[in-house]
């Protein structure tokens, strides 16, 4: 653990220069508030497949009514602080992880950023954002109360082919670096998913994959934001607040998931996730074009977490009684037999 504990003097050096060598101890004092609200969402962020961004997103533009270009910048930059925080204290910790698909992941990612940056935000409006964080994660909210204690009681941790993981970890990585360029949240979910739909992997193995995969992805968006230039002043005054405690709350997550079980902290997120989805329409009030396009995000989720269920499903069947169980180390294991 001496790497997490260099990390953490590294940063807590950073912020009091920030803070009191720069004079922006008055800003953080100002900006409580969303501290508050992210001791919540790092937790969230370190214990399931939830960025922080998830907590302080609707917080910043729903309950303080900021811009939802505000709240994505400060997702990113919140989660490259908490969830490289979580990610560090995962692997130091020796829990397993999906490496292959994780990698491709990456990959896709950053490709998914770059477009997404450039070719999707400029084209929508702050409405469609806040429309398409909220089904985002009122999909994930439903898949989770409806198929919660099944997917916690999954337990394989086998690996999954190379060729599998670079088709299938490039295709989320895309997806998933367009979704978090538009709200600041999302490829960890759409991972977690096809990890534990279509590969019926044990969650403490898919989680921390998840953690990893958003925290590389908010690393990257942030430097991306930092080369556009779009970060200004109270993204910055928000993160400084949150960033001492997201960096301590999201490796607690991942450590209370030992103490307190992850099926009921599932199910709580999951209740988040449906409020704030109706909490959005509310404060949205939108129009029927509008409408429509909640209705088709929403049942395209479904029919993909039905058409992966299946997959998984059908495939587990086929070749689960025989797929050997296995921790992934920091070496690739063997390829199975075929």
């Known amino acids: 653990m001496r790497v997490w504990l260099v990390w953490l003097a590294c940063f807590y050096s950073t912020w009091l220069l920030l803070s009191f060598g720069l004079g922006y101890w008055s800003q953080i004092k100002a900006h409580w508030p969303i501290a508050a609200a992210m001791a919540l969402g ?3 962020a370190g214990a399931t497949p939830m960025g922080g961004g998830t907590i302080g997103f609707p917080v910043l533009v729903l ?30 910790r020796g829990i397993p992880i999906e490496r292959r698909m994780l990698r491709w992941s990456i990959v896709g990612s950053a490709v998914g950023l770059v477009f997404g940056t450039y070719l999707v935000v400029p084209n929508i409006s702050d409405t469609t954002i806040k429309l398409i964080f909220a089904c985002l994660w ?3 909210g439903v898949l989770t109360l409806l198929k919660n204690r099944e997917l916690c009681g ?14 299938i970890g490039l295709a ?3 997806a998933g670096g367009i979704t978090a360029s538009v ?10 998913t ?5 590969y019926r992997m044990d969650l403490k193995a898919a989680v921390p994959t998840s953690v990893i995969i958003m925290a590389i992805t908010s690393i990257m968006g942030t430097g991306l934001h930092v080369y556009i230039g779009d970060l200004n002043a109270e993204v910055l005054h928000n993160w400084l607040a949150a960033a001492p405690v997201v960096i301590l709350g999201a490796p607690l997550g991942a450590y209370l998931v030992n103490v307190i079980p992850r099926i009921i902290t599932l199910y709580f997120v999951a209740v988040l996730c449906v ?4 909490w959005t329409l509310h404060q949205v009030n939108p129009t029927q074009d509008q409408w429509i396009f909640v209705a088709a995000n929403l049942l395209a989720a479904m029919v993909g977490f039905v058409v992966l269920y299946r997959l998984g499903k059908a495939n587990y069947a086929k070749n689960g009684a025989a797929a050997k169980v296995e921790v992934v180390t920091g070496l690739d294991p063997p390829e199975p037999a075929m």
């Open 138 to 140: 009122m999909s994930f």
């Open 194 to 198: 096809v990890l534990v739909l279509l």
């Open 275 to 278: 409020l704030q989805f109706f």
């Open 63 to 92: 309950f303080f009514e900021m811009p939802a270009s505000l709240g994505r910048n400060f997702g990113l930059m919140v989660q490259s602080i908490g969830m490289t925080s979580a990610s560090i204290f995962i692997l130091c």
């Open 172 to 174: 989320v990585g895309l």
């Open 42 to 44: 790092s937790y969230v």
């Open 183 to 192: 709200t600041g949240v999302g490829i960890d979910m759409i991972l977690y």
């Open 154 to 167: 999954f337990k394989n941790l086998a690996p999954i082919p190379k060729v599998e993981a670079l088709f």
